[in-house]
């Protein structure tokens, strides 16, 4: 049963994408509609202020990862050789 379920989503995300890239409603299909959109000046500012604003959460995520892969890397307090 859940693999028939499997196959019918398959089938159904596969016939979307397929009208999404053929089916044209005006000039452009689906997708040639989402790409203008992107390709806007008011997108790209979009995207421009979303990175200036998470700009501080990144640095510290990444302070934070390099900090763990350092404390990794390190010596480890438990083995023998640090006795």
């Given at each position: 049963?859940?693999?028939?379920?499997?196959?019918?989503?398959?089938?159904?995300?596969?016939?979307?994408?397929?009208?999404?890239?053929?089916?044209?409603?005006?000039?452009?299909t689906f997708f040639g509609h989402i790409e203008q959109i992107w390709a806007s000046d008011e997108a790209r500012e979009l995207v421009e202020g979303v990175k200036e604003t998470s700009k501080p959460v990144v640095e510290r995520i990444k302070r934070g990862v390099k900090a763990g892969v350092d404390a990794a890397a390190g010596p480890d307090p438990d083995s023998a050789?640090?006795?």
């Open positions: 049963m859940k693999l028939v379920r499997t196959l019918i989503f398959i089938g159904i995300v596969v016939g979307l994408a397929y009208a999404g890239a053929t089916v044209k409603l005006g000039q452009r050789d640090s006795r």
